[in-house]
């Protein structure tokens, strides 16, 4: 994990470094730190979908539907970029 948080350290922009410990960190509980990852890449990328479904999930599992939907509404995709995305926001 300390070499991806070098590797973001060094390019805050690097978005595989970023998903992959946001995934190495849910894989060991620490949801926490996941979601202020994502939530630092939302920042560094508006338009990163996939950041924006996950972190909303996340917040759907700790029962703040309202802030999730504020991430979707805030980081929406046209839905031909995001099929996916589009139908989570109509939910």
């Known amino acids: 994990m300390e070499g991806f948080r070098a590797a973001l350290a060094l390019d805050p922009e690097?978005?595989?470094a970023r998903q992959t410990l946001v995934a190495l960190l849910l894989e060991?509980?620490?949801v926490d730190e996941a979601a202020?990852?994502?939530q630092d890449g939302?920042?560094?990328n508006?338009?990163?979908t996939a950041f924006a479904m996950l972190l909303a999930r996340?917040?759907?599992e700790r029962n703040?539907?309202?802030?999730?939907?504020f991430v979707l509404q805030r980081h929406a995709?046209?839905?031909?970029?995001?099929a996916d995305f589009a139908r989570c926001r109509s939910i």
């Open 28 to 30: 060991a509980k620490r």
């Open 58 to 60: 996340i917040m759907v």
């Open 77 to 82: 995709a046209p839905p031909e970029r995001n």
């Open 14 to 16: 690097h978005e595989a």
């Open 64 to 69: 703040q539907v309202s802030d999730a939907l």
């Open 42 to 44: 939302l920042a560094v």
């Open 36 to 38: 202020a990852l994502l």
């Open 46 to 48: 508006p338009d990163n």
